[in-house]
């Protein structure tokens, strides 16, 4: 199955408000995305972006809204983990300054 180019915009746009989201350390879930992208279309005048958000929405919208195994869908990022509780990162990021170490010293 190929996703449109419009579909492909939306999706963007989706991603976009899932940031906004997490920078503000709201919760997130299918109806506070699509009615953060009504309060974006609201203050938008570009009218190649709003038709992105447009669609953002209606694919939202168009989803089955799915339940997650403990009755709600939404992730609550108070308590997700962070970088610094996630086992690999710490591993990642050792690896990570090594190989730019190796690099510097040739």
Do not use: C, W
Not at 26 to 45: C, D, F, H, P, Y
């Amino acid at each position: 199955m190929s996703i449109s180019d419009e579909d492909k915009k939306g999706y963007i746009a989706i991603g976009e408000a899932v940031i906004s989201h997490i920078f503000e350390k709201e919760e997130v879930s299918r109806e506070s995305l699509i009615l953060r992208l009504e309060k974006q279309a609201g203050q938008e005048t570009d009218e190649d972006y709003l038709a992105e958000i447009g669609q953002a929405r209606k694919i939202l919208e168009n989803l089955e809204q799915t339940q997650a195994p403990h009755g709600d869908n939404v992730v609550n990022l108070e308590f997700s983990r962070t970088a610094e509780q996630h086992p690999s990162s710490d591993r990642q990021l050792r690896e990570e300054g090594d190989e730019q170490d190796e690099a510097k010293n040739g």
